[in-house]
Nanobody, 115 residues
Framework: QVQVVESGGGLVQPGGSLRLSCVAS????????MGWYRQAPGKQREWVAD???????NYANSMKGRFTISRDNAKNTVYLQMNSLKPEDTAIYYC?????????WGQGTQVTVSS
């Protein structure tokens, strides 16, 4: 099993930046894929980005160029750096770990982009 805990959300003005963190309960080297998803009010949860155990990154088209996913194996942590934030980025951001064919989700962290 894997537990993941997100942090780093908050209130930010349009054009600002935030860095989200996702700490896993086991070595992320052993986790096939770790990813970020988000769910805005009244909308379905959508995929944002992910990173494989080999370090390959993938992004949703609307996030490319603004968001960067990275990892620190020593800290068992995956990050999501979000720049040039827009009001439409407001959502709960969730971390997901895919480990041995099973998905493990965190509780989410709220990101609000507003002036």
């Amino acid at each position: 099993q894997v537990q993941v805990v997100e942090s780093g959300g908050g209130l930010v003005q349009p054009g600002g930046s935030l860095r989200l963190s996702c700490v896993a309960s086991r070595s992320i080297i052993s986790i096939n894929v770790m990813g970020w998803y988000r769910q805005a009010p009244g909308k379905q949860r959508e995929w944002v980005a992910d990173i494989t155990s080999g370090g390959i990154t993938n992004y949703a088209n609307s996030m490319k160029g603004r968001f960067t996913i990275s990892r620190d194996n020593a800290k068992n942590t995956v990050y999501l750096q979000m720049n040039s934030l827009k009001p439409e980025d407001t959502a709960i951001y969730y971390c997901k770990a895919r480990f041995r064919g099973t998905d493990y989700w965190g509780q989410g962290t709220q990101v609000t982009v507003s002036s």
